[in-house]
């Protein structure tokens, strides 16, 4: 079976990577363009978020139809091209598959629309008098999740914008379908699947919920488990060589054992997110308060022994194009940007798991900056605008937090060079291109042996190199130091130590280990020295080994 367990994923997001005609918006000659940088980096798979045909109302997340290419990222010749030409170099494709719900603009729902009862049943439907949506459940954007359609007097779920509307997975012809669409783009090659908030499929009952938004009642869902079990056999589970990862939204522990575990026939692995709400109020994330620092260890370190303990495997992650960018959130943009951007994907890649890199994360790229809301893109920013300016916020305050928690944060274009557009348009971007191109970009870094993209390439091979990287068990150390984030990972005579000064504070370091006999495998300062009391230079990472 192939070994993902060594393999490093490459997040890309082809609207924002590289345009190749000028129209501003990225495309798939743009990936294909850019597959040596991808090689030189030495990544094993490129996800790619969706471009099939949407009206874009979530930017490719409203899937409009599952087989077919917009035409603004291209063709589907572009994307055979793309297949081959990332075979050439040994990269493998992994497709973004949205089926908690379609566009309202896919055939299926305008057809349940028109009153064809064969489509209705892919849908949630329920009746209900105009005024009163059938219970009080949010959509994770903000506002009421049912939509109504005067014309049917029945609302439909939607737990994200009202233009995508959820899937009704009861309906086994629902599950039927999927299932067709995975088969069709693994005839095509793909060697890969991310399962988009996979683990909402299955809706238990439609209470409301007195106690939050409505999440209890259908994440981790009673039949969760079974749909995907079906899935595997059905499809990805008759080739050995996919791999699938599972996005779970507020998922427990508990479950992932079961959606990732090496013998439950699931998925590969899983994303959860619980490690990155350490800068929200509970799940409330329209808010500024510092990271909780052992909130960030204590989770991190209890999804690496649990999982361990259930055989089960992590996707290990700071960045994707929902999070604000991680130099910017947990560590400096100013003067230890450098430091602070390696130590922290050095962190990441030492843990067991598969790591993901976002696009332009090897880069040290930062948050996006905006000061007004016509430069905003994402959905999910301008409805929050609107709701904490309803709820009194003053503008300014509301802009802070914008610039903080947006989604756009990472979805600026990627910062090839030092022009205007930063390489990535000859045209006028969809979205602002951050003006620290100039200092922040892939030309300035990819012959520098000091810079961030080097360390990424780094620790990309080592995890090759090292089976303790990609196969050892992890334990902590010292897990309640105020600022220092260590682990170590071991696999029968050998062992790496990790240590992380995630602070501008120097700070002395007396390792619980006797570090006699270890080397110094990798290190953001160059002059590091091997010894067992370590003096701790700000955002100071150091890679220990013994054989
Ligand atoms: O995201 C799922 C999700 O619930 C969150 O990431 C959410 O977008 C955000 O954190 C709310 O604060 C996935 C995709 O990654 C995202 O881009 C889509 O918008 C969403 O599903 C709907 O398809
Ligand atoms: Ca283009």
């Known amino acids: 079976m192939y070994d993902f367990r060594k393999s490093v994923v490459y997040q890309i997001y082809p609207k924002s990577f590289c345009d190749t005609n000028g129209d501003g918006l990225g495309d798939l000659h743009g990936v294909t363009a850019k597959l040596d940088y991808l090689k030189t980096l030495g990544v094993d798979y490129i996800w790619m978020t969706p471009f099939f045909v949407s009206p874009q109302r979530d930017n490719g997340y409203d899937v409009a139809d599952y087989r077919n290419i917009d035409p603004r990222f291209g063709t589907m010749e572009d994307f ?52 009163t949506p059938p219970n009080n459940w949010q959509s994770k954007f903000g506002g009421s999740a049912w939509a109504y359609v005067p014309e049917k007097g029945k609302w439909y779920l939607h737990l994200f914008d009202p233009t995508q509307a959820d899937l009704n997975w009861e309906n086994p012809d629902v599950r039927h379908e999927v299932q067709e669409v995975i088969r069709f783009w693994m005839s095509k090659g793909v060697k890969g699947f991310r399962f988009d908030v996979v683990n909402l499929i299955s809706k238990g009952s439609y209470e409301s919920d007195d106690q939050g938004d409505g999440r209890r009642f259908y994440t981790d869902g009673p039949r969760v488990h079974e749909y995907l079990h079906e899935l595997n056999q059905a499809t990805f589970g008759t080739d050995a060589e996919i791999v699938t990862v599972g996005e779970m939204s507020s998922t427990s522990m508990e479950n992932c ?11 590969s692995m899983t994303f959860s997110f619980h490690h990155l709400k350490v800068d929200f109020v509970g799940n409330e994330k329209w808010v500024l308060v510092p990271f909780d620092f052992q909130k960030l260890k204590d989770i ?28 910017s959130r947990f560590g400096d943009e100013g003067e230890y940007w450098k430091q602070s951007a390696k130590m922290l994907g050095t962190v990441i890649h030492c843990l067991r798991g598969t790591p993901y890199v976002y696009q332009g994360e090897e880069l040290g790229m930062t948050n996006a900056g905006f000061t007004s809301l016509d430069q905003y893109r994402d959905v999910e920013s301008i409805n929050h605008y609107h709701i904490l300016r309803g709820r009194g916020l003053h503008e300014d305050s509301v802009y802070d937090i914008l610039r903080v928690h947006s989604r756009d944060n990472s979805r600026t274009p990627m910062q090839w060079d030092d022009s205007a557009q930063g390489g990535f348009t000859s045209g006028t971007p969809w979205l602002s291109v951050n003006p620290n191109t100039k200092t922040i970009n892939a030309e300035s870094q990819i012959d520098d042996p000091d810079s961030i993209f080097n360390h990424y390439r780094k620790l990309i091979a080592l995890r090759k190199q090292y089976d303790v990287i990609s196969a050892g068990d992890f334990a902590p150390l010292d897990q309640k130091n105020p600022s220092v984030l260590a682990y170590t990972r071991t696999l029968d005579g050998q062992q790496i130590v990790v240590v992380n000064n995630f602070y501008r504070t120097e700070t002395d370091w007396t390792c619980p280990i006797d570090l006699t006999g270890f080397t110094c495998l990798l290190s953001n300062y160059p002059d590091t020295e091997v010894q067992t009391k370590l003096h701790l230079r700000p955002y100071e990472s150091v890679i220990l080994y013994r054989g």
């Not at 049943?121 to 105009?130: L, T, V």
Request: charged share 25%; glycine share 6%.
């Open 80 to 131: 055979e091209t793309l297949c081959r030409e990332a075979k050439a170099r040994d990269i493998r494709v992994m497709l973004d598959m949205v089926f908690n719900h379609t566009s309202t603009e896919h055939e299926w729902f305008r057809k349940a629309l028109a009153g064809d009862p064969k489509y209705e049943n892919y849908y949630i439907w329920k009746d209900g008098d105009p005024d």
């Open 257 to 267: 054992y079961r959606y990732a575990g090496a013998d439950t026939g699931e998925l």
């Open 300 to 327: 991190l370190f209890s999804w690496q022994t649990g999982m361990t303990e259930h055989n089960a495997w992590n996707a290990v992650f700071w960045c994707n194009h929902d999070q604000p960018r991680v130099v």
